[in-house]
């Protein structure tokens, strides 16, 4: 081989023996083509602060801002004279609630509730409700009620009126009774029955005594206690004994047309003036007697219904007679008294089973026993027992009457002072339960 030869194969030769490497060390990386540059967009522009390093510094003054624009003039709109860089921004959009609080926003908690109470559904308060703030009841409420018996009212005397305990549990109970009494009643004459089972038992004491309260504390309404009783009635020795006009006297008026207004009316009518009741007296004359009969009683009765508020009827103790049958379909309420004596009792019994049977299950809802005990003979497990029994089988309330000496003594009643403190009280509480029935009347087309 020529020398050119050798030398290109020793070049060849070292080219692709190389060194030795090492046993630690890592592999010489191949050998790898050079990185070619991204396509990454446009350069950067330089920074102006790193331009402006390197330029010198400017010496000049600059120039002053510019004057601020003059107001429009008066009268003028502003808003369309205002240049549009110089107008408000406008405000930023209201955050958004949180999940529980979607619903109106609530006014804060120190406004008063009844205020926020007064709010309607726009927000706005109700003027109507000044109305009520305005009222005299608001402005100037009534007094406290005063106390008419027992420590009370002396602690109110003793101070001059500056202390007022109230009223007692009594007192309050009264009161409440006594407004039911005078609790509105609309429609016709409203008539109560007054039942008997057996004779004796004080009917027409009871009957009186109810009117009598009816008269006192309804003083506006007009108030007439009938005899419907077709035997010898009792009713007008308790009320007005002197009274001579009757059924007939009133019916023959009627029929020749001399009864115009009330005047006439009552002309015909008997009175007891410390209570204000009204009395129609049945027949009273021993020699040439008249009976009532049912047309007698319902054309009388078609005359009170014109002029009277309120008929409590003393009906007779056979209720198949034709006139308690001409009576029972009128009532609006009843009574049913039975003294506390052998048998008395049980013919109270009697009579709500009569009424049951008969078909008459309103009134008897609406009736009111009354245990009387006229002599004051009955014990106090007569008394007890028979209240025992009344309740638990009867519709109506039960009340006992305590014996009373005014009204044994058989004489004109006057409730008012004559009675016992127990036995007006339990006479007004009588009146009351019938007054409930108030609440149910109705002022229909054609009546008062």
């Given at each position: 081989?020529?020398?050119?030869d050798?030398?290109?194969?020793?070049?060849?030769?070292?080219?692709?023996s190389?060194?030795?490497t090492?046993?630690d060390?890592?592999?010489?990386p191949a050998?790898?083509?050079?990185?070619?540059e991204a396509?990454?967009?446009?350069?950067?522009v330089?920074?102006?602060?790193?331009?402006?390093?390197?330029q010198?510094?400017d010496?000049t003054?600059?120039p002053?801002?510019?004057?601020?624009?003059?107001p429009?003039?008066?009268?003028?709109?502003s808003?369309?004279?205002?240049?549009?860089d110089?107008?408000?921004?406008p405000a930023?959009?209201?955050p958004?609630?949180?999940?529980?609080?979607?619903?109106?926003?609530?006014?804060?908690?120190?406004?008063?509730?009844s205020?926020?109470?007064e709010?309607?559904?726009?927000?706005?308060?109700?003027?109507?409700?000044?109305?009520?703030?305005?009222?005299?009841?608001?402005l100037?409420?009534?007094?406290?009620?005063q106390?008419?018996?027992?420590?009370?009212q002396v602690?109110?005397?003793?101070t001059?009126?500056l202390l007022?305990?109230g009223?007692?549990?009594?007192e309050?109970?009264?009161?409440?009774?006594?407004?039911t009494i005078?609790s509105?009643l609309?429609?016709?004459?409203?008539?109560i029955?007054?039942f008997?089972?057996?004779?004796?038992?004080?009917?027409?004491?009871i009957a009186?005594?109810?009117g009598?309260?009816f008269?006192?504390?309804?003083s506006?309404?007009?108030?007439?206690a009938v005899?419907?009783d077709?035997?010898?009635?009792?009713?007008a020795n308790?009320?007005?004994?002197?009274t001579?006009?009757t059924?007939?006297d009133?019916?023959?008026?009627?029929?020749?047309?001399r009864l115009k207004?009330w005047?006439?009316v009552?002309?015909?009518l008997?009175?007891?003036?410390?209570?204000?009741?009204?009395?129609?007296?049945?027949?009273?004359?021993?020699?040439?007697r008249?009976l009532?009969?049912?047309?007698?009683?319902?054309s009388?009765?078609q005359?009170?219904?014109r002029y009277?508020?309120?008929?409590?009827?003393?009906?007779g103790?056979?209720?198949?007679h034709a006139?308690?049958?001409?009576?029972?379909?009128?009532?609006?309420?009843?009574?049913?008294?039975?003294?506390?004596?052998p048998?008395?009792?049980?013919?109270?019994?009697?009579?709500?089973?009569?009424l049951?049977?008969?078909?008459?299950h309103t009134?008897m809802r609406?009736?009111?026993?009354?245990?009387?005990?006229?002599?004051g003979?009955?014990?106090?497990?007569?008394r007890?027992?028979?209240e025992?029994d009344?309740t638990a089988?009867a519709?109506?309330?039960t009340?006992?009457?305590?014996?009373?000496g005014?009204?044994?003594?058989g004489?004109?009643?006057?409730?008012?002072?004559?009675l016992?403190a127990?036995?007006?009280?339990?006479s007004?509480?009588?009146?009351a339960?019938v007054?409930?029935?108030f609440?149910?009347?109705?002022?229909?087309p054609?009546?008062?």
């Amino acid at each position: 081989m020529s020398d050119y030869d050798w030398r290109h194969f020793d070049e060849h030769f070292t080219r692709q023996s190389g060194p030795a490497t090492q046993p630690d060390e890592q592999p010489a990386p191949a050998h790898r083509a050079p990185p070619q540059e991204a396509d990454t967009g446009p350069l950067p522009v330089p920074r102006a602060d790193i331009a402006a390093a390197d330029q010198p510094p400017d010496t000049t003054t600059p120039p002053p801002p510019p004057a601020p624009p003059a107001p429009p003039p008066r009268g003028s709109d502003s808003w369309r004279s205002t240049p549009a860089d110089l107008q408000q921004p406008p405000a930023p959009p209201e955050p958004a609630r949180h999940r529980h609080t979607t619903g109106p926003a609530s006014p804060p908690y120190w406004e008063p509730a009844s205020a926020r109470a007064e709010q309607n559904g726009s927000g706005d308060k109700d003027p109507a409700k000044l109305l009520d703030r305005l009222s005299p009841q608001t402005l100037a409420p009534p007094p406290k009620p005063q106390p008419s018996r027992g420590w009370r009212q002396v602690l109110l005397k003793s101070t001059g009126g500056l202390l007022n305990p109230g009223l007692s549990t009594y007192e309050e109970e009264l009161r409440k009774d006594v407004q039911t009494i005078r609790s509105l009643l609309r429609g016709d004459c409203y008539k109560i029955g007054v039942f008997v089972g057996k004779g004796g038992t004080g009917k027409s004491t009871i009957a009186t005594c109810i009117g009598s309260i009816f008269a006192e504390f309804r003083s506006d309404d007009r108030v007439v206690a009938v005899d419907a009783d077709p035997s010898f009635g009792k009713l007008a020795n308790r009320i007005a004994p002197e009274t001579s006009q009757t059924y007939w006297d009133l019916l023959g008026d009627e029929a020749a047309g001399r009864l115009k207004r009330w005047t006439d009316v009552k002309a015909h009518l008997g009175s007891n003036s410390d209570t204000g009741l009204w009395l129609l007296r049945g027949e009273h004359r021993t020699q040439r007697r008249r009976l009532i009969d049912a047309a007698v009683y319902s054309s009388a009765m078609q005359i009170l219904d014109r002029y009277m508020n309120i008929a409590v009827i003393d009906c007779g103790q056979v209720l198949e007679h034709a006139v308690m049958q001409e009576v029972l379909p009128t009532l609006n309420a009843a009574i049913v008294v039975g003294a506390m004596e052998p048998g008395a009792g049980q013919a109270a019994g009697e009579t709500l089973a009569w009424l049951g049977g008969a078909g008459y299950h309103t009134l008897m809802r609406n009736a009111v026993i009354v245990l009387n005990d006229p002599r004051g003979r009955a014990s106090k497990h007569t008394r007890a027992s028979l209240e025992r029994d009344f309740t638990a089988h009867a519709d109506g309330p039960t009340v006992v009457m305590p014996f009373d000496g005014h009204l044994s003594a058989g004489g004109v009643i006057d409730t008012k002072t004559g009675l016992s403190a127990r036995a007006r009280r339990v006479s007004i509480e009588i009146a009351a339960h019938v007054a409930r029935g108030f609440a149910n009347t109705t002022l229909e087309p054609g009546q008062r």
